[in-house]
């Protein structure tokens, strides 16, 4: 596609249930991060992914969040047993390799009751 | 530890009144720094990368330029239109992770 597409846009679920975000990067970029943007604060590094593998997972808050990356391409961040306070939004971007400039898709609007 | 800080925090401006927006980094080596906007509800829209002191990058009213200790974002005769968040990130050698500052929110005034 021409640019980083997540969904869904938006999410709410109920606090204790497992929820999937989906991130369909720009075809061909082999880099592909998330990050984490709370309510009037910065961006907060998740996962780097490059190809399949995740050479940086040191800002998953913590084993309840996780990721996956299949055939270079799709990445799915899974949060299991939501609390309050993962309600954020999730943006995922891409890069064509290591290094250079990175495009984000328009996030996730997670939102745990 | 790699720092990004961004100043201020935010930023009044009238139409056609230029400014600069400041962003300082402390990392062990730079691979880049970013500038990004972003309005409410969006995801970061990609400005600029700049990656050795001296390089300097424009785009209409927008000029970007860089340090060894801070990065300045220029904007010339600013337009309502520019009025979003400002971010500014950097990628340190060794890592690929952006690392980025909390922005200058940017209010342009007809």
């Known amino acids: 596609g021409a640019g980083v597409s997540q969904s869904p846009s938006n999410k709410v679920t109920e606090k204790g249930k497992d929820v999937e975000l989906r991130c369909d990067p720009i075809?061909?970029?082999?880099?592909l991060y998330w990050y984490r943007q709370s309510l009037g604060q910065g961006l907060e590094f998740l996962i780097y992914f490059q190809g399949n593998s995740a050479p940086d997972k040191s800002g998953l808050p913590s084993d309840r969040f996780s990721a996956e990356r299949t055939g270079g391409s799709v990445s799915t961040l899974t949060i299991q047993r939501t609390q309050q306070e993962d309600s954020a939004v999730y943006l995922c971007?891409?890069?064509?390799?290591?290094?250079?400039?990175?495009?984000f898709g328009q996030g996730t609007r997670l939102t745990v009751v | 530890e790699d720092q990004v800080t961004q100043s201020p925090e935010a930023l009044r401006l009238q139409e056609g009144e230029s400014s600069s927006l400041n962003c300082s980094y402390t990392?062990?080596?730079?691979?880049?720094l970013f500038w990004y906007r972003q309005d409410p509800g969006k995801g970061p829209e990609f400005l600029f990368t700049?990656?050795?002191a001296g390089e300097e990058k424009e785009k209409e009213r927008l000029k970007a330029t860089l340090t060894k200790k801070e990065s300045f974002l220029h904007i010339t005769a600013p337009k309502p239109e520019d009025s979003a968040t400002y971010l500014c990130a950097v990628q340190a050698l060794g890592t690929y992770k952006y690392i980025f500052g909390t922005g200058t929110r940017l209010k342009v005034l007809a």
């Open positions: 990392v062990s080596g730079l691979r880049g």
């Open positions: 971007a891409s890069s064509p390799g290591q290094g250079g400039s990175a495009f």
């Open positions: 700049l990656y050795s």
């Open positions: 075809s061909g970029h082999t880099a």
